[in-house]
């Protein structure tokens, strides 16, 4: 029997999570954790070692990310240049599909030592959205209420913010 009277000590956070949560305090726009870590968050655990840390951010904010981060390494990634370019981001419009990366000094993604680079790993995952969604696919038709595809995680954090 669970004594129901003792509300449970929430899960720690692990650290990469908390650190990539800390550094979007004040970012100012719609982000969520997505990928591995966001299954481990719904789970409550970490299931397996993660390379990086997935942030999904809607494509229309996208600038948010180059302000918000200002000095620091940042790849950009969409179809008009090769996935495997470690060159910096100049903030340019990034057209779908695209993401960020965030890299580590040393990650072969890594830019100048004259910039800022994490402790961990992390990358931005820019999606579409329209009127209060998160587009799954456009030719399909499928899209989500940004509030019910966001959930609070058993870790005691909400890896969310909206404006």
Do not use: Y
């Not at 000590?9 to 004040?26: N, S």
């Not at 370019?85 to 340019?92: D, F, I, K, S």
């Not at 779908?96 to 965030?102: C, E, F, N, S, T």
Request: proline fraction near 9%.
């Amino acid at each position: 029997m669970v004594d129901r009277s003792v509300p449970e000590a929430a899960v720690p956070v692990p650290e990469p999570v908390r650190f990539v949560c800390d550094l979007l305090i004040g970012f100012g726009s719609p982000w969520f954790l997505c990928g591995g870590w966001a299954v481990d968050a719904r789970l409550g655990r970490q299931t397996r070692d993660h390379w990086d840390v997935d942030i999904a951010v809607l494509h229309r904010d996208q600038r948010a990310i180059f302000e918000h981060f200002p000095g620091w390494a940042l790849v950009g990634h969409d179809r008009h240049v090769p996935d495997d370019t470690a060159e910096p981001w100049n903030g340019r419009h990034l057209d779908l599909p695209a993401h960020v990366h965030v890299p580590k000094l040393g990650s072969p993604l890594a830019t100048s030592t004259a910039v800022t680079h994490p402790d961990f790993e992390f990358e931005f995952l820019l999606n579409e959205g329209s009127d209060g969604h998160c587009v799954l696919n456009r030719e399909l038709d499928v899209a989500v209420p940004l509030d019910r595809c966001i959930r609070p995680s058993s870790w005691g954090a909400r890896p969310f913010h909206d404006r």
